[in-house]
């Protein structure tokens, strides 16, 4: 709810809202003469967009439920891999907030356009869900990695991280294995069949699966038919757009490959 991401970054007092048994300290608060970060910045609502764009011009905001208003003095360092200036020219994205966050701008390529960083995040990634998942899996054999090296990528930085997690989670040996990285079929850009050795696993882990390959195909589809709009591929859905993005994520997917393929054509 847009009150709960309110409160996260500006505070809230005691008897705000629903839930809100005592008084809590926000990000912006916490982060006084640092750097805050905001990720996915396009996400944001207008009403929390105006009370960005005040706390930037003017340095004030109030907590949620507040009559006080409170001082910040801070950096602000915000992401989104949305087109914002598509995003104001359809009304969602503020323009004045737009130029007040772009002081300094960085663009980073898609994954597909740095491939000598695949190897790199793959390592990465591999050694981190190695540990989190106390897996004995250290190396990434030349063929998978071949693969990956080969792949376009079109969920990005977030769908090799996803790849390399469920490899880690399934593979049986020290090396990811091609078929650990579940790409086959992906060449073409859409996700694979759902694998025949799916019916060896557990019921859950099976059940799990068939979902997540679901949720892959059918969001793929759907951004493809809308050009990558998330807002009309969430209304023709019949789901929240907060829900869709929340999809795209745990599926490794974003929008930028299929505004492009729009563009393109």
Same mark, same amino acid.
């Given at each position: 709810?847009?009150?709960?991401?309110?409160?996260?970054?500006?505070?809230?007092v !005691?008897?705000?809202?629903?839930?809100?048994?005592?008084?809590?300290?926000?990000?912006?608060?916490?982060?006084? +003469?640092?750097?805050?970060?905001?990720?996915?910045?396009?996400?944001?609502?207008?009403?929390?967009?105006?009370?960005?764009?005040?706390?930037?011009q003017?340095?004030?905001?109030?907590?949620?439920?507040?009559?006080?208003?409170?001082?910040?003095?801070?950096?602000?360092?915000?992401?989104?891999?949305?087109?914002? !200036?598509?995003?104001i020219?359809?009304?969602?994205?503020?323009?004045?907030?737009?130029?007040?966050?772009?002081?300094?701008?960085?663009? /980073?390529?898609?994954?597909? +356009?740095?491939?000598?960083d695949?190897?790199?995040?793959?390592?990465?990634?591999?050694?981190?869900?190695?540990a989190?998942?106390?897996?004995?899996?250290?190396?990434?054999s030349?063929?998978?990695?071949?693969?990956?090296?080969?792949?376009?990528?079109?969920?990005?930085?977030?769908e090799?991280?996803?790849?390399?997690?469920r490899?880690?989670?399934?593979?049986?040996?020290?090396? /990811?294995?091609?078929?650990?990285?579940?790409?086959?079929? !992906?060449?073409?850009?859409?996700p694979?069949?759902l694998?025949?050795?799916?019916?060896?696993?557990?019921?859950?882990?099976? !059940?799990?699966?068939?979902?997540?390959?679901f949720?892959?195909?059918?969001?793929h589809?759907? /951004?493809?038919?809308?050009?990558?709009n998330?807002?009309?591929?969430? +209304?023709?859905?019949?789901?929240?757009?907060?829900?869709?993005?929340?999809?795209?994520?745990?599926a490794?997917?974003?929008?930028?490959?299929?505004?492009?393929?729009?563009?393109?054509?």
């Amino acid at each position: 709810p847009s009150e709960v991401l309110e409160s996260e970054l500006f505070g809230h007092v !005691k008897g705000a809202f629903t839930g809100a048994w005592k008084e809590k300290k926000g990000l912006v608060e916490e982060a006084h +003469e640092g750097t805050l970060f905001l990720d996915e910045i396009g996400d944001l609502s207008p009403h929390l967009q105006a009370k960005l764009l005040r706390l930037l011009q003017e340095g004030e905001y109030k907590p949620v439920g507040s009559v006080v208003t409170k001082k910040a003095d801070l950096r602000f360092v915000a992401a989104t891999n949305h087109d914002l !200036k598509a995003d104001i020219r359809s009304k969602l994205f503020r323009e004045d907030l737009y130029y007040r966050l772009n002081v300094i701008h960085f663009e /980073l390529p898609p994954l597909r +356009e740095r491939r000598e960083d695949i190897e790199l995040l793959s390592r990465h990634f591999l050694a981190q869900y190695a540990a989190v998942n106390r897996k004995p899996v250290t190396e990434i054999s030349p063929e998978a990695l071949q693969m990956l090296l080969s792949y376009d990528f079109p969920g990005n930085v977030r769908e090799l991280e996803n790849i390399i997690e469920r490899g880690v989670i399934f593979s049986r040996t020290h090396a /990811l294995t091609i078929a650990d990285l579940q790409l086959e079929g !992906k060449a073409s850009g859409g996700p694979p069949p759902l694998e025949a050795a799916s019916s060896e696993l557990p019921f859950r882990e099976a !059940k799990e699966r068939a979902i997540q390959h679901f949720h892959s195909r059918y969001i793929h589809r759907l /951004l493809e038919q809308h050009g990558g709009n998330i807002s009309r591929a969430a +209304e023709s859905a019949g789901i929240q757009r907060q829900y869709l993005h929340r999809l795209m994520k745990e599926a490794g997917i974003e929008s930028t490959e299929y505004k492009l393929k729009e563009i393109n054509s």
